[in-house]
């Protein structure tokens, strides 16, 4: 009887063993690799999941609507393209409780960074159309705009001027919306909302230079999200080692960018002066939990440069890492934990 007892316990040990082994491997998560375009960049996801092919594309389903029904200030038919297009109207346009939600985020975050942030700069953006110039082969016509132009369409900008209401906005005349430092950080939030609903293992998501880390990685260990060298954008310098739910946002003068007479004109537009901001620094990665806050934070930062970036980081319980002009990198002492150098990623 004992034998038989003994006999029994080990088959059965044998098969749960055997369980474990074989139906571990096959629970694991099939992954998909999916690249696409949405507001103006690359969207490229990696998910392991039973649902993948699925999951990838209503993430990018909800990723357009976003642009096209709600941030765009670019197609007709979004709710900032009609809150653009109401500048000036008394009763303001009518919007959704979620679009009223962001901007109170985005007003934070102007805030803290003394309006370094301000996503009311749209007609300076417009006047030195560096996204258009940066996209052409040959930028050789580029033309810098008028020193009165530019003081004329600063003077319709001041994100404190935007009167927010629980389902409508009021924007003075002349002001105009660009959501450009901060949407592809709220589409980050929404996929998150998206991977939740989803049986998901993993997943990274990036929608140009925002990326989403999100569950684990079906072998263990970290994911990691490289940072480019803006002094290189052929290298990286170094990795960022993340377990779990995070967001990544880096913001820097190397990708949108014209050349002229040996000066490099960027997208990143200081609202103090009108001009590309040049706080000394060439890139800054931040992060943190919510991809509203990394992206717009990211934007600030780059404004702001290294010691003021640092404060409004920390205001914000995110991470920073800085490249100076020199190449110096400087982080806070939390990024630390998370960062590798190139020739210690592995
Ligand atoms: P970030 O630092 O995150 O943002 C820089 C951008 O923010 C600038 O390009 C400008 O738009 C805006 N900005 C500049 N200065 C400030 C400031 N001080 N405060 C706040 N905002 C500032 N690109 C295209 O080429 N075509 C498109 O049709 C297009 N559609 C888009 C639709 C959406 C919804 C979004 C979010 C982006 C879209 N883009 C498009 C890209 C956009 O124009 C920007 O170039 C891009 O978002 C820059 O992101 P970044 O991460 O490089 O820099
Ligand atoms: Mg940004």
Redo the contacts with the bound molecule.
């Keep these: 009887m004992k034998l038989f007892l003994k006999k029994t316990s080990v088959i059965i040990w044998l098969f749960i063993v055997l369980c474990t082994v074989f139906t571990g491997c096959g629970r694991t998560a099939p992954l998909t690799r999916k690249v696409d375009t949405a507001?103006?960049?690359i969207v490229s996801q990696t998910l392991y999941s039973s649902q993948g092919t699925d999951l990838a594309e209503e993430i990018l389903r909800e990723i357009r609507l976003l642009?096209e029904e709600c941030?765009?200030w670019?197609m007709e038919g979004s709710e900032v393209y009609a809150v653009n297009a109401g500048a000036g109207l008394m009763d303001g346009v009518a919007v959704s409780e979620e679009l009223v939600s962001v901007l109170q985020d985005c007003r934070k975050v102007s805030a803290a960074s003394a309006g370094?942030?301000?996503?009311t700069?749209g007609k300076v953006?417009r006047l030195w159309d560096?996204?258009s110039w940066a996209?052409m082969e040959d930028a050789s016509d580029f033309v810098m705009p008028k020193e009165e132009q530019l003081q004329d369409a600063l003077a319709d900008t001041g994100y404190d001027k935007i009167s927010l209401e629980a389902n409508y906005i009021v924007l003075p005349a002349r002001l105009q919306l660009?959501?450009?430092?901060?949407?592809?950080g709220i589409a980050l939030d929404k996929v998150r909302n998206v991977l939740d609903d989803y049986e998901v293992e993993g997943a990274v998501i990036s929608v140009?230079?925002?990326i989403l880390t999100y569950g684990s990685k079906p072998e263990g260990g970290a994911w990691n999200v490289a940072i480019v060298n803006p002094h290189d954008t052929s290298q990286n310098i170094g990795v960022l080692k993340l377990v779990g739910e995070w967001c990544v946002?880096t913001?820097g003068n190397y990708?949108?960018y014209v050349e002229k007479d040996g000066v490099r004109y960027h997208?990143?537009?200081?609202?103090k002066t009108g001009y590309p901001a040049d706080s000394g620094i060439s890139s800054v990665t931040i992060l943190c939990k919510e991809g509203l806050y990394s992206?717009a934070l990211?934007?600030a930062c780059?404004?702001l440069g290294e010691e003021e970036g640092r404060k409004l980081a920390s205001e914000f319980g995110a991470e920073a890492l800085f490249v100076s002009n020199s190449g110096e990198i400087i982080m806070t002492p939390g990024m630390e934990q998370y960062f590798h150098l190139s020739n210690k990623a592995n």
């Design positions: 507001m103006g960049t642009e941030l765009s670019r370094a942030f301000d996503i700069v953006v560096i996204d996209a660009d959501m450009g430092a901060v949407g592809k140009g230079g925002s946002s913001s990708e949108r997208h990143i537009i200081n609202p992206d990211s934007t780059f404004i």
